[in-house]
């Protein structure tokens, strides 16, 4: 799932979350001693758990690995050179810097945004919950604050807001992926939410939300805390950054880990300032270890021609796989703004998923899921050559 992180958990309003379906109830158990302290135990654990599985992600064992929205370039032998040698210059018996500064400052200097008005996280997973947390005041009158979002979208917004005790609102999206505008700004009229998760280009659909419908929530949200997740905005060729100057109430989220250091785990949240120190007081010292705050520094430095090459190649793959797709039969393609493409099959692709696996290749489907994502797969861009793999397969299935 993502990152926000690995991108593969993903709520769906008309199944209920894909990933994190009811559990059995026995989340906590003791062998050791006996069912009598497991149901003690079982006791203290928050009731909102029961509807929540633990995420599990993709396993990766398949040698052309499509299924998780990282990006498939390694780094170059010159800059893993660079990076051991920083990472290895590191005093490991210290702690890290707490406010990781290596990072903060040119980070800011991107975003065109203040310092102070960004929240560092072990990937925008965390800074998610860090929102969560400080944000989880109810409203009167309500026993639970609310987290509102469309769906299907990135399933940490439920997960996240389960786990925290707040209550989520879901909102479907149209049937083309795009959001349901009068749905969304009546919901938010009802259930006064305190954070609304907007993830564009979204999560597993690829598409980025029209700026006006943005707009308009915004509007409509003016109460509320509106978190434009950003997570795949590198493959939009622009951000939504300065919005943060524009309006009082935008946060916007992202993270380095689909451009090429998904391993390091370094994410954000650029908010206003006055709120940043609100939520940094919710999160945990030295949160970002030593090690990931070297590698963001030289990726936000050093590594950045490099990593932005990257991305222009996935961008250039992703418009090849755009038109091969076209050309085949029996799927249905989303439009993507993304590295990835939710593809829909005229019947069940299992057969596909697992001819695909044979070969290999491992994406991700969703057709078990049913509901909005019903016969979806989606399917990462990879590198020339492992994109070639996966059109081998599929042509002459599908021509």
Not at 78 to 98: C, G, K, Q, S, V
Not at 286 to 301: H, I, M, P, T, V
Request: glycine fraction near 6%.
């Amino acid at each position: 799932m993502s990152d926000a992180s690995t991108g593969d958990a993903v709520s769906d309003a008309s199944t209920g979350d894909a990933v994190s379906d009811a559990s059995t109830g026995d989340a906590v158990s003791d062998a050791s001693t006996g069912d009598a302290v497991s149901d003690a135990m079982r006791a203290l654990v928050r009731p909102e758990l029961a509807q929540l599985r633990a995420y599990a992600a993709p396993a990766g064992t398949l040698p052309i690995k499509l299924d998780a929205n990282e990006s498939p370039w390694p780094l170059s032998q010159a800059i893993r050179d660079r990076l051991a040698a920083t990472l290895a210059a590191i005093p490991l018996h210290r702690y890290p810097d707490p406010r990781a500064m290596a990072v903060r400052t040119p980070l800011a200097a991107l975003l065109e945004a203040e310092p102070d008005e960004l929240v560092l996280g072990s990937g925008s997973d965390e800074v998610i919950a860090l929102l969560c947390t400080a944000l989880s005041r109810p409203r009167e009158g309500r026993a639970r604050a609310v987290v509102l979002y469309p769906t299907p979208t990135f399933a940490m917004y439920r997960i996240t807001a389960l786990a925290h005790g707040l209550e989520p609102v879901e909102v479907p999206l149209r049937a083309d992926f795009t959001l349901d505008l009068p749905a969304m700004c009546s919901a938010i009229a009802e259930h006064r939410p305190s954070l609304v998760f907007l993830a564009t280009p979204n999560n597993p659909t690829g598409n980025a939300f029209a700026h006006q419908d943005l707009r308009e929530i915004l509007t409509a949200a003016r109460e509320s805390l509106v978190v434009l997740d950003e997570a795949y905005g590198a493959f939009t060729g622009r951000s939504l950054s300065s919005w943060c100057d524009r309006y009082a109430n935008v946060a916007l989220l992202g993270t380095l880990s689909k451009i090429g250091l998904a391993a390091a785990r370094v994410g954000w949240a650029r908010l206003p300032a006055g709120l940043a120190a609100e939520v940094e007081k919710a999160r945990q010292p030295f949160n970002l270890s030593a090690l990931s705050q070297a590698a963001a520094a030289l990726a936000l430095g050093e590594l950045r021609p490099e990593l932005d090459a990257h991305v222009a190649a996935i961008v250039a793959e992703r418009a090849r796989l755009a038109a091969a797709f076209a050309a085949l039969r029996g799927i249905h393609v989303t439009p993507s703004q993304a590295n990835f493409f939710l593809v829909r099959f005229d019947g069940d692709p299992s057969p596909v998923v697992r001819g695909l696996a044979a070969a290999g290749i491992a994406v991700r489907s969703f057709h078990g899921h049913g509901g909005a994502l019903a016969n979806h797969v989606r399917i990462t861009v990879g590198t020339p050559r492992e994109n070639d793999a996966l059109l081998d397969v599929l042509t002459p299935v599908l021509r």
